[in-house]
């Protein structure tokens, strides 16, 4: 489905965030200081689709025009982080490598995390790098039920 956008804008991101009680994978404060930081074009960095399976779930992030080494995931706390760093190398020699006369593609460092719960551990989660699309397979694990607090009532005589 097309939605429809203003100069490069997604309407519906920002409307429907939070709306029908999903709760949205970024916090609007979040969402805010990124957009200071990158401008308007963060809406289209590290774009997710989340499908749910029987035993696990399976993340496609978008990262075009990364490599497999500009990446790093790390598992702490039950959150499982993604970062990508693009360096602009200025050390090439212009005669080798042309110069550049305009350069839209993104230059620097941006990150995601997302909850996948205090039970998984790294050797559970699998990931896959290619055609600038990471994929990683994260293992449903059974939510644990609080514990009860035992009652301990206390005999009244008479």
Known sequence: MMTPSIFGENLFDEFFGNFFGFPAFDDRAMQKAQKELYGHHTANMMKTDVQEHGDHFELDIDLPGFKKEELSLELKNGYLAISA????DRDEKEEETGRFVRRERYMGSMSRAFYVGEDVKQEDIHAKYENGVLKLCVPKME????????????AIEG
Not at 85 to 88: F, I, R
Not at 143 to 154: D, F, L, S
Request: hydrophobic residues 30%; charged residues 50%; glycine residues 0%.
């Open 143 to 154: 939510a644990r039920k609080p514990a009860v607090p035992e009652k301990k009532y206390i």
């Open 85 to 88: 760093e693009k360096k602009l």
